[in-house]
Nanobody, 124 residues
Framework: QVQLVESGGGLVQAGASLRLSCAAS????????MAWFRQAPGKEREFVGG????????YYANSVKGRFTISRDNAKNTVDLQMNSLKPEDTAVYYC?????????????????WGKGTLVTVSS
């Protein structure tokens, strides 16, 4: 069992930055690829960014590429999402997720664990 707890959400103005963090506990953190998803009001949950077991490979949705950076610290069991140049359309609940492979995270299928989410609101 892996428990995921997100933090760092809040209300910011367009153009600002936020850093989200996900703390993991339980099974060996480095056994899992990690990702951030988001769900805006009235929309389906979508993949934002993912990172492989040891952080060598990262993947991003086109909508956030160049603005968001995902990173992980296996010694601290954390995965972060640095969000820069935020836009109102980035407003959503952001979720941390864990799966054995990055492919599972990108497809949204076979995800083993989810956090409860943290709300990010970007005002115009």
């Amino acid at each position: 069992q892996v428990q995921l707890v997100e933090s760092g959400g809040g209300l910011v103005q367009a153009g600002a930055s936020l850093r989200l963090s996900c703390a993991a506990s339980g099974r060996t953190f480095s056994n899992y690829a990690m990702a951030w998803f988001r769900q805006a009001p009235g929309k389906e949950r979508e993949f934002v960014g993912g990172i492989s077991w040891y952080g060598r490979d990262t993947y991003y949705a086109n909508s956030v590429k160049g603005r968001f950076t995902i990173s992980r610290d296996n010694a601290k069991n954390t995965v972060d999402l640095q969000m820069n140049s935020l836009k109102p359309e980035d407003t959503a609940v952001y979720y941390c997720a864990a799966a054995i492979t990055i492919t599972q995270l990108q497809s949204g299928a076979g995800i083993d664990y989810w956090g409860k989410g943290t709300l990010v609101t970007v005002s115009s």
